[in-house]
């Protein structure tokens, strides 16, 4: 296998700018006509660019083999590969070799970020009834020796003796709240919690503000002996450089610095299996646990919360140290607009051997190559530049795609079209999307024309339509993968794809190839169908002359939003300034339509036309960094967008507006004048967001009347 050739982060396919793109981005899209001028194409060569898309769409989708796509998920997954270990560096090499054999232009950039790994993990409880029992932390029949130990990234160091247990449920507000009233404290114990939809860190710094000394996690699942592991660490990106790329010998903060710590838990947590859990939970005693609370591993009979008489002895030893991951790249350039990028991304690192997650997304990638370089070979060479992005170190907090999104961010700004993400691409049956808004009709097309895995006379759209009645795509707010830096960073429209809503093994030993073949996908229909889907939209974006950009539909959204906000917000607040910027940006997705058909209509394609198409559509592209804002969301800057962003607060049932989500669900603890004023603010936020929207998307500094 063929060494990654080193390449220095500065010298990647976007050079390095470290200043913000806010005051530079409308500079940029002048200067983008005189650039143009000297790159036009050949009218003749675009006519038959756009009379052979439709051929060579055909032609990528009937170079599909579900075996070629079991190999890639075969080769991938022979070895555990955590970032930062001698595994992960040689499935960067795997994958550098693929786009290298195939003939494509790759790069790898690395980067220098703060890991965390486990050294020493012991539990024991020690029962009511005089006797002790060590307990297991390790997956029996799962786990070779090669396979790191179940542990959270990032949690602290630290040993609790004799301790009493406590059941806290999903760890929320609300479930310490339903333990007061009962009368249970749990200061001095060990948090027992069962996995829910909040993040692992959230859960852990909330029980150490309760007062808890330790946290045992446990997800529930088919496999009882299935453990999970995962990240606590708070944000993304590497702790040490937040807000610029960790390169080698550039700057990065003292491991003390308070910023950093604040990013940890005070107290240390392990994932544990349910069926140690189990053994903890039915020792307890004290006030009866709510039937809501008992799940799936506890069954119909009566439970207690605790706290003991179960003391537990816990002890976890960790070791953070700077390691070296690596970002793979592929680049088939453009022969029109080379310097408009659509970005196709996966992460290629697992907590294990990583068969689902995000290995079926890796493999899927890779055929995607492969595919694209037989069209090659026949002709095809793309619009505008497609680049196939291999990221590192995504489980310990999308570390290798926010490192480069934060190195790379103002010709991010400038030239991504889009990002298209696929993490897992196959959990298990059912097709699901999520996207940002203007994306959601050619989301719909594509899925017309790809076959369904699981229906041989129905499309994924047909099935999809049987399955819900309606399309519901859903929408990027979580930090759920690395569409999180590239949409709620820099503000590129995104979509994220994937088959099957969970799956049994995340995260833990059991997540391997056998596993994929024998529940997950066993003749790989389901990766097919989602290589056919990412590589169309991709084919669609880079080489449509003019981008099936919607904001019409993303008016939509809005306009929903803000009806679905009419009854949560009360008192003197009002919603007009973001009903006044919808109906602004509503005018200005209707012209942008109107002139994409009248461009469409136009038989002659003149140097004129063709400019006239760059100008638009780079509008369309603009328009989505309209919704970021400088200064982020409140308390957490890095989050820049104020439409889709992660929640403060994990009790608000907003998926939406943020920043007026932590607003309102602030407001509860203020004075009434004052929470009011802070939604206020928060609305008119969002409002001048829209309006920087319907700005790019008209492209003008005066408004003409």
Known sequence: MSQPHSSKPTSTIFSSVPSPQWTLL????????????????????????????????????????????????????????????????QTARFVHSHFADLGLRTHTVDYRALLSYPLHASLSAHFSDGSSRELPLVEPGGAGAEVVRPYHAYSPSGAVTGAQAVYVNLGREEDYRALRRVGVDVKGCVAVVRRGEETRGGVVGRAAEEGAVAVLMYTEGESMSGVERGTVMKGLGDPLTPGWGGVEGGEALNLEDSQILNRFPKIPSMPISPEVAYSILRSLEGPQMPHHWRGDALGPQPGRVGPGPTLLNFTYQAEKKIATIHNVFAIIRGSEEPDRYVLLGNHRDAWTYGAVDPNSGTAVLLDIARRYALMMRQGWQPRRTIVLCSWDAEEFGMIGSTEWVEQNLLNLGSKVVAYLNVDCAVQGPGFFAGATPQLDDLLIEVAKKVQDPDSESMTIYDNWMITNKVINIQRL??????????????????????????????????????????????????????????????????????????????????????????????????????????????????????EAKKLREEEINSEFLVLKKRALNDRLMLAERGFLDADGLQGRQWFKHLVYGPRGDSESKLIFFPGIADAISASTRMKRKEGEAAIQHEIWRVARAIERASSALRGGIFTEK
């Open 477 to 594: 707010s979580g930090v759920d993968s690395d569409f999180a830096p590239l949409l709620q960073h820099a503000g590129v429209p995104s979509v994220d794809l994937y088959y099957g809503r969970d799956f049994p093994v995340y995260h833990t030993a059991f997540d391997s190839y056998n596993w994929m073949t024998n529940h997950g996908d066993p003749l790989f229909q389901r990766h097919v169908a989602v290589a056919g889907v990412w590589g169309l939209l991709a084919l669609h974006l880079a080489d449509d002359p003019i981008l099936a950009f919607n904001y019409v539909s993303y008016t939509e959204q809005l306009w929903n939003y803000t009806n679905l906000l009419r009854n949560l917000v009360k008192g003197n607040v009002s919603l007009h300034p973001i009903t006044a910027s919808i109906q602004e940006l509503a005018s200005a997705a209707k012209e942008a339509e109107g």
């Open 26 to 89: 409308f500079l940029l899209f002048l200067c983008t006509v005189g650039f143009y001028t000297l790159h036009l194409p050949n009218s003749a060569a675009a006519f038959s660019n756009v009379r052979d898309a439709l051929r060579f769409r055909n032609i990528y989708l009937s170079f599909a083999t579900n075996s070629t796509v079991s190999a890639y998920l075969r080769a991938l997954t022979l070895h555990p590969h955590l970032a930062g270990t001698h595994p992960a560096l």
